[in-house]
């Protein structure tokens, strides 16, 4: 398991009690590096959303966690945040929740000669991703081919 997977999933572990403590989700977790620094970034949320009061609770215990374990043998940014209004579908509660809402997705390789769409999600398994496009236009699309699939917003 590459290093930054094992440094993701021993954070999870960490969060999960504080979170449940709190009734907060866990969206996900991510050890990325941007540019010089590297960062440990935690998406949380709750019915009705999160507020800054919620990210810098669930902030502190949690630097004050890993700093006792002490894991991560790198220079990191710790960041704790709502997942934002465009929250990426990755995990099956994740599928299951927006079921019959609008999503954009954008793939890997083109489908058709086109590499976005938007519709509704219709379905989903292990393998693909069914969208309603228009009322007579259902796409399947596999799994492997998505960079991302998220809910739709308009402004």
Not at 118 to 136: C, F, N, Q, S, W
């Amino acid at each position: 398991m590459p290093r930054y997977e094992d440094y993701e999933q021993k954070t999870e572990q960490i969060l999960q009690p504080i979170l449940a403590e709190h009734s907060y989700e866990l969206v996900d977790v991510e050890f990325v590096k941007e540019g010089s620094n590297k960062y440990l970034r935690a998406y949380i949320d709750k019915p009705g959303g999160i507020t800054i009061d919620d990210c810098e609770l669930v902030s502190r215990t949690l630097s004050d966690r890993l700093d006792e374990m002490d894991f991560i043998e790198e220079a990191y940014i710790l960041e704790v945040s709502s997942p934002g209004l465009g929250r990426p579908l990755k995990k099956e509660k994740d599928f299951a929740r927006s079921l019959g809402a609008e999503v954009e997705i954008r793939c890997f390789r083109p489908v058709d000669k086109q590499k976005e769409f938007r519709g509704i999600l219709k379905a989903y398994d292990a393998a693909t991703v069914t969208i309603e496009e228009d009322e007579e236009t259902e796409r399947i699309l596999e799994r492997s081919n998505l960079a991302l699939i998220r809910l739709a917003f308009d402004f």
